[in-house]
């Protein structure tokens, strides 16, 4: 059983380019959720996704945008890249928007020059 | 607005040593908390997760405790092994529609051989 899958594992942009980052939930999964985490700092929350819409969103300006499949899997986006964007992003999965347990991917990391 | 502390940032014990790894948050409406393990440069591994209504969760030789009202959790881990450095990481899940979690920054434990 696979667990939570994100590709790539490492990226390196310049600034103001833009990144796709890609999630596929773990098996049974239908709710995607993301978190940046800066060196030395916890995960902090991006958004999260349910039925292919956004349900909740952290405190990131709309340069972040997201997308979810009918599988169930999920895109970060992120546009006009500034150095600070870089970081770890973190895809977590659970079972619908109560889920109990969020189960973590290994992450992409993200390096702007 | 939840906020979430953990002491110490980094921690160094010899091996054998049982320890305790503390976290307090700001706001005692939460949902569950949960302890969670990250090894460098990778994701995040949940350790325990203690519902609201929950005292004590024990795994191995780890037991997560909570006290809701005052706002604390401690996660113990008895006779530390080197397999055990690794960043600890406590977030909890506040009592708002959806389902996200806040993370304090972490304690950076290494246990030497």
């Known amino acids: 059983d696979a667990g939570v899958t994100q590709s790539p594992t490492h990226l390196i942009k310049t600034r103001g380019q833009q990144v796709t980052l890609r999630c596929s939930p773990k098996?049974?999964?239908?709710?995607v959720s993301w978190y940046q985490q800066a060196l030395g700092q916890g995960p902090q929350f991006i958004f999260q996704?349910?039925?292919?819409?956004?349900?909740q969103r952290g405190n990131f300006p709309d340069r972040f945008s997201g997308h979810q499949f009918p599988n169930y899997s999920s895109e970060l986006n992120v546009n006009a890249l500034l150095l600070g964007d870089s970081a770890l992003y973190l895809c977590a999965s659970s079972f619908g928007l109560t889920g109990e347990t969020q189960y973590f991917g290994p992450g992409t990391r993200l390096l702007v020059l | 607005k939840q906020e979430v502390t953990q002491i110490p940032a980094a921690l160094s014990v010899p091996e054998g040593e049982n320890l305790v790894l503390n976290c307090s948050f700001t706001d005692s409406a939460i949902y569950n908390l949960q302890w969670f393990r990250q090894d460098p440069g990778k994701g995040l591994t949940s350790l325990l997760l203690i519902q609201s209504s929950q005292r004590e969760q024990t795994s191995g030789r780890l037991n997560a405790s909570l006290d809701k009202s005052s706002g604390r959790s401690t996660l113990y881990i008895a006779a530390s092994q080197p397999g055990d450095s690794a960043t600890y990481l406590c977030a909890v899940r506040p009592r708002t529609r959806g389902y996200k979690y806040i993370f304090g920054t972490g304690t950076r434990l290494k246990v030497l051989a």
């Open positions: 996704y349910y039925e292919e819409e956004e349900r």
């Open positions: 098996s049974g999964h239908d709710t």
